[in-house]
């Protein structure tokens, strides 16, 4: 059971196909509630794939986006957190706004997504999996991306502080650094 955010298009509608075509019942998480449904709609029936709105930044929406999946499916065994966006800036265009929302969609919306479905999987104790979908960006610097840059090494970070934590309880957690 596959939980991934962002899924309704780019990487993640293209990460939510892979897993159905491997046999994976695939919750599609995104902020498009109608956006996620047509998504998973071509992915099957409700049987093999259900879309759920996911505002990531929002706790009590993450809440009730893995609650729908352990309600449609059962539980959650592997998490992608894709859902993100880049607004390419240099330093002195940056507005804290532009810096806000990079962060709560991709820093936060990670940790929250991380968090309530980790709670999940320990509770499931069978182990399972959490998948980042950082940048190359979370250990390059280059210019005109100051917002983008921090939160995809916020992220980065998190794959290794999460990786320890968890690992007790048989959860792997990876980052991919497109």
């Known amino acids: 059971i596959a939980f991934v955010t962002g899924a309704a298009s780019g990487i993640g509608k293209a990460i939510a196909t892979r897993l159905a075509a491997e046999g994976a019942c695939v919750v599609v998480a995104d902020l498009d509630l109608e956006k996620a449904r047509a998504a998973a709609a071509e992915l099957?029936?409700?049987?093999?794939?259900?879309?759920?709105?996911?505002?990531?930044?929002?706790?009590?929406?993450?809440?009730a986006a893995v609650d729908?999946?352990?309600?449609?499916?059962g539980g959650v065994d592997l998490v992608v957190n894709n859902a993100g966006l880049s607004l390419s800036k240099p330093?002195?265009?940056?507005?804290?706004?532009?810096?806000?929302?990079?962060?709560n969609v991709m820093?936060?919306?990670?940790?929250?997504?991380?968090?309530?479905?980790?709670?999940?999987?320990?509770?499931?104790?069978?182990g399972g999996d959490i998948v980042?979908?950082?940048?190359?960006?979370?250990?390059?610097?280059?210019?005109?991306?100051?917002?983008?840059?921090?939160t995809k090494a916020d992220q980065a970070h998190?794959?290794?502080l999460l990786a320890?934590?968890?690992?007790?309880?048989?959860?792997?957690?990876?980052?991919?650094?497109?």
């Open 164 to 178: 320890v934590e968890l690992g007790a309880y048989g959860v792997r957690v990876n980052g991919v650094n497109p």
């Open 158 to 160: 998190q794959v290794r």
């Open 91 to 103: 330093l002195l265009e940056t507005t804290v706004a532009d810096w806000d929302l990079q962060h």
């Open 107 to 126: 820093a936060k919306g990670s940790f929250l997504v991380s968090r309530e479905t980790a709670k999940v999987m320990k509770a499931q104790a069978m």
């Open 68 to 73: 729908e999946a352990v309600l449609a499916f």
């Open 132 to 150: 980042y979908i950082s940048s190359k960006n979370s250990v390059f610097a280059g210019p005109n991306n100051i917002a983008y840059s921090a």
């Open 44 to 63: 099957g029936s409700a049987d093999v794939a259900i879309g759920v709105a996911a505002n990531v930044a929002d706790a009590d929406a993450v809440q």
